[in-house]
């Protein structure tokens, strides 16, 4: 009897464990459904907004550096959204969004020495 109840318990752990499994593979696949759906949105957005040519730079500098190109996607969409662009955006006007996005994300490096003086004594070199 020991063996049935063991039995019935493992099949019990065992159903709870593949209904577990299974809501979180639902909760991926509405995670990769959702993400696809904004990526669409996206997609649809910025053919709308963008020039065939302006298109085709954006898709390069998205090979090169992607973050450069979300954030003047995310600008590009943000404008169209406040009806802030009068038409379709050229290789020229997008060249010159570029230009403004890089000047506000500029990193600006400085070098700073640290010059230590541990038993450094011009006095004591003289020997």
């Given at each position: 009897?020991?063996?049935?109840?063991?039995?019935?318990?493992?099949?019990?752990?065992?159903?709870?464990?593949?209904?577990?499994?299974?809501?979180?593979?639902?909760?991926?696949?509405?995670?990769q459904e959702a993400k696809q759906r904004d990526s669409?949105?996206?997609?649809?957005?910025?053919?709308?907004?963008?020039?065939?040519?302006?298109?085709?730079?954006?898709?390069?500098?998205?090979?090169?550096?992607?973050?450069?190109?979300?954030?003047?996607?995310?600008?590009?969409?943000?404008?169209?959204?406040?009806?802030?662009?009068?038409?379709?955006?050229?290789?020229?006007?997008?060249?010159?969004?570029?230009?403004?996005?890089?000047?506000?994300?500029?990193?600006?490096?400085?070098?700073?020495?640290?010059?230590?003086?541990?038993?450094?004594?011009?006095?004591?070199?003289?020997?």
């Amino acid at each position: 009897m020991a063996d049935d109840e063991l039995d019935a318990i493992r099949r019990q752990r065992m159903t709870e464990l593949q209904a577990k499994h299974g809501d979180s593979s639902n909760d991926q696949q509405g995670q990769q459904e959702a993400k696809q759906r904004d990526s669409e949105m996206r997609n649809s957005i910025l053919a709308q907004v963008l020039d065939q040519s302006a298109r085709a730079r954006l898709n390069n500098l998205a090979l090169v550096k992607p973050d450069k190109a979300k954030a003047v996607e995310n600008y590009l969409i943000q404008m169209a959204r406040f009806g802030q662009l009068g038409g379709k955006i050229t290789d020229t006007g997008l060249i010159e969004i570029l230009e403004k996005v890089s000047q506000q994300t500029e990193k600006k490096t400085t070098v700073k020495f640290n010059r230590r003086k541990v038993m450094d004594s011009d006095d004591e070199d003289d020997d």
